[in-house]
């Protein structure tokens, strides 16, 4: 397959021209002997660029669609974690239980995009005094979602609409946020309520890395998804958490 390298400097946000680089960090790159999946182009160098409209801060140049689905089909991602899987797996599951909390206990259907080894779901159809009748994740290998969560491995072939739609530490991997925040929208039924959270961005620079090509501060997320109510924008943890609403349709 012919990789291009993605030379638009234009903010992703907000479509402001030809910024000019904000920082940079140097990285080493990671090399399987040339056997397994690999991004490309191979950067050795992040840079990223700060639009001085909206205040989004984006990786460019930045490895191609093709190559970020090809690196999260796979175990690559994983495979690079410095953290073992027992880590991870008991990181998901405490971040499962505190996001399903969250969920009100009127919420028949959950959807999660990018739902990982599934544990929020299951968190949420398992909860009490609520309990979610209908979960479903989004998850690009779908291999790694425990067994009993039904999953689909891309939000474009979610039908219908849910109560919740959560999308946990997502959107910073993403080729194209605005796309995937409208799509949310659009998943959210009338009345519904959209989980997002995203690394915190209280410094330039702090959650830059090869997986995030993208990095959001408060102000960048409520104008991403300007069209739902906020109803609550809780910092009081590691990273920032957004509860939004969705008006409810006119009667």
Not at 110 to 117: A, F, M, N, Y
Request: glycine share 6%.
């Amino acid at each position: 397959m012919q990789m291009t390298w993605m030379e638009n400097f234009n903010c992703p946000l907000c479509g402001l021209e030809n910024l000019d680089p904000l920082y940079a960090r140097s990285i080493p790159y990671p090399n399987y002997n040339g056997e397994e999946p690999t991004l490309e182009p191979k950067f050795l160098q992040l840079i990223y660029h700060e639009c001085v409209n909206c205040g989004f801060h984006y990786m460019c140049p930045r490895p191609t669609p093709e190559s970020y689905d090809r690196y999260y089909s796979t175990m690559l991602y994983r495979n690079l974690c410095s953290a073992t899987q027992k880590e991870m797996d008991d990181d998901e599951r405490q971040r499962g239980n505190r996001i399903a909390s969250l969920i009100p206990p009127e919420a028949m259907s959950h959807l999660d995009v990018g739902c990982s080894r599934g544990y929020l779901l299951e968190a949420s159809r398992d909860a009490s005094p609520g309990k979610v009748r209908e979960v479903l994740g989004v998850e690009p290998n779908p291999d790694y979602t425990i067994p009993g969560i039904p999953t689909v491995t891309r939000i474009e072939d979610v039908e219908g609409a849910f109560d919740v739609v959560t999308c946990i530490h997502v959107l910073e991997h993403v080729n194209a946020p605005r796309m995937v925040a409208e799509r949310l929208m659009e998943l959210t039924k009338p009345g519904g309520i959209l989980i997002v959270e995203v690394p915190a961005e209280t410094y330039a620079g702090q959650s830059a890395g090869l997986p995030h090509p993208f990095a959001f501060t408060i102000p960048c997320i409520e104008r991403l998804f300007e069209a739902m109510t906020f109803e609550k924008v809780d910092t009081s943890g590691k990273h920032p958490v957004f509860i939004m609403r969705k008006g409810k349709a006119d009667a």
